[in-house]
Structures are given as structure tokens and as C-alpha cells.
């Protein structure tokens, strides 16, 4: 049971050019989230997605866009890198709403240049 | 979704109970109390949560207030890999599951 998943854990990019974040979980989890941690802050919430075919905005959305084909697979992608977009992001995972915990990933740490 | 406050940071000693408050005063009927933790160059890890009764798990107990405007997470012993950022969240169990972070708790434990 390898819980959450996250692809790559450490990446270079350069203004504009393009990547997807992967994540992927084991555990037949309903709920899954994206978020971004800035260096010294706390997390802020992407996008969510609450089942197959279904997502929606977080708090600081732009600039990603996400799908959800699969229960296992919940994929960020990044456009049109730019500086600001230069954080540690965090997949994690749920069964269903608050009565159950969450499950996280060990981060992808990305530097835009 | 309600807001959680905590203290910026907190102090322990090594192998003394440690209590950490969050106060939670617009709680309403359906918000279950969630507690997370970072430790550093980690992601979050799932502590423990609650809505009314108290609740005591491996890694802790959560102590909730009668009136559930305050709850307190209550580390039994600290050991050293509990110097962390600890989180106290609140869910609205009638709208979509989000886990939104605050600023949380810096705690260092001392030797």
C-alpha cells in the first residue's frame, strides 16, 4: 500500500515552458487535493476534486488546471511556468468528507528560473 | 469556513506533556475539528480529529471544550520528532471537504 504518490519530487523549469505534477493514490480515495507551500508559509489549496470527472477551484487556482479521468490519478498541470509559481506542492487524499483524515504525499519541490 | 486561532509558537521539554489550544469560537453544529502536523521537509501528516467527545488515538488525544469553542491537542510525552507545525482545521461537514491551513503552531521541544 504505497499511500499518495507524487512525480517528480524535485524540478527545474524555465519561464514558460510547461509540466504536469503527477499524483496518484492506492487506497480507492474519493477526495483528492493540490496545494503549494511558499517557502516560510503556511498551505494554500489548488484545486479538488471530489471523484472521477469532477473538480473545482481552491483558493489560488491560477495559472494550473487539473483533471480527474481516473479515481487513482489527479494530475496538476503548470502552463506557462513563471517565478511565482516556485514552491513545494502537496497531493493528498481522502476517503470521504471530514469524518476521515487526510492522506499526503512527500511534495514535489519546484524551482522556476 | 470557520476560523481556527492558535498560538504563533510554543516550548516544550522532552518526555513533558504538552498542551497545544486552538480556539474555534464560530464553530458550527456539522464542523469536525481536525489536527495536522508538518515536520520540517515534510509534507502534512494526519493527527487526529473530533467532533464532540473527546478522542484519544496512537499519536495523541483531543481534548474539545463543552461548548466546542476550544479544543486542546495534547501530546502525552514529547519527544524530539514532535517539533513541528501543528495545525488545528475545521471541516464543514455540510459543504464540500476542504482542508483550508492557517498559520498553525511552531512547537520546539528541548532536550
Known amino acids: 500500500n504505497a499511500g499518495v504518490t507524487q512525480t517528480p519530487k524535485f524540478r527545474i523549469l524555465k519561464i514558460g515552458q510547461s509540466m504536469t505534477l503527477q499524483c496518484t493514490q492506492d487506497?480507492?480515495?474519493?477526495?483528492m487535493y493540490w496545494y503549494r507551500q511558499d517557502p516560510g508559509m503556511g498551505l494554500k489549496l489548488i484545486y479538488y476534486?471530489?471523484?472521477?470527472?469532477?473538480?473545482d477551484k481552491g483558493e489560488v487556482p491560477n495559472g494550473y488546471n487539473v483533471s480527474r479521468s481516473t479515481t487513482e490519478d489527479f494530475p496538476l498541470r503548470l502552463e506557462l511556468a513563471a517565478p511565482s509559481q516556485t514552491s513545494v506542492y502537496f497531493c493528498?487524499?481522502?476517503?470521504?468528507?471530514?469524518?476521515?483524515?487526510?492522506?499526503f504525499g512527500s511534495g514535489t519541490r519546484l524551482t522556476v528560473v | 469556513d470557520a476560523k481556527t486561532t492558535q498560538p504563533n509558537s510554543m516550548e516544550s521539554n522532552e518526555e513533558e506533556p504538552v498542551h497545544l489550544p486552538c480556539n474555534h469560537s464560530?464553530?458550527?453544529?456539522?464542523?469536525?475539528i481536525h489536527w495536522y502536523r508538518q515536520l520540517p521537509s515534510q509534507g502534512p501528516e494526519y493527527v487526529i480529529h473530533g467532533l464532540t467527545s473527546n478522542v484519544n488515538n496512537r499519536m495523541a488525544s483531543l481534548a474539545i471544550a463543552e461548548d466546542r469553542k476550544s479544543s486542546t491537542l495534547i501530546l502525552h510525552r514529547a519527544t524530539l520528532r514532535d517539533a513541528a507545525v501543528y495545525y488545528c482545521i475545521l471541516i464543514n461537514g455540510g459543504a464540500t471537504n476542504k482542508l483550508i491551513f492557517g498559520t498553525g503552531t511552531l512547537l520546539a521541544v528541548q532536550p
Open positions: 464560530t464553530i458550527s453544529g456539522t464542523d469536525y
Open positions: 493528498a487524499s481522502s476517503y470521504s468528507d471530514r469524518v476521515d483524515g487526510y492522506t
Open positions: 487506497m480507492n480515495h474519493n477526495y
Open positions: 476534486s471530489v471523484g472521477a470527472g469532477i473538480t
